[in-house]
């Protein structure tokens, strides 16, 4: 059963979501209690790192709305207009930011001697862990991840529309590295992870080999966008007339190939 929860930053939470932090529950633990314990940390941890991105988004004056899925979480953010890079940047980077602060906070609990005792005691330690380990993966330069999400962000900034492109070669290399690695170390699991993350890349290079400056321009991606809503709402002759208006004015890149 999905649970939507209403509100400045809505949340919806998918059955995935519950049976595959029950799965690496288990898988760690091998208890009915360590499982329970690996669900609720899992949780608290991909919700804090999901709002990081979502109230700084909200910041910026855009809506978010955070999903819990399968393998993590999603944050989508809408507004009147597209952000620039550094706030797309921080969007981005805080939500690491917010996983690492989980690590600090753990780590000052634990330094309560009633608190680093028993079952609290390793609830915390293991809190610490699961968000330290998160983080540090999470800002390898690899898409989807949040690094890979900077590098993209960091090399438009400076290249434009090939900057782009080259983040995109630099996940697809890396993940391919990272794959090959713990395929040869018999982590097959996080082998096939990183192999995932490298074909997405693939599939993302080869999609936008004719990706350009054109593509950059916030009229053209507003008219294409009001494009798409005549074609759904059956309005055929304003549709031609965007058409027409988007091609005479992309002499080249995604939106005329």
Partial sequence: ???QIKGRIPLTIYPTFWLFAALIGYVNSLSFIGTLVWIGIIFVSVLFHELGHALTALSFKQNPRIELVALG???????????????????????????????????LLLQVPSLAQGMVGSILSLLRLVNLFWTVVNLLPVLPLDGGQLLRILLEKFFGA????????ASLSLALLISFFFFVTQNFLIGAFFFLFAFQSYDLLRKTRHLSETDRNENLREDLEQLELCLQSGKKQEAKRLCEKIRSQAKEGIFVS
């Fill in 162 to 169: 090939k900057g782009i492109r080259y983040a995109m070669i």
């Fill in 1 to 3: 059963m999905t649970i």
């Fill in 73 to 107: 979480g999603l944050t989508h953010h809408e507004g009147v207009s597209r952000l620039s890079l550094w706030k797309q940047f921080l969007i981005v980077f805080n939500g690491p930011l917010f996983g690492f602060l989980i690590v600090i906070a753990a780590s």
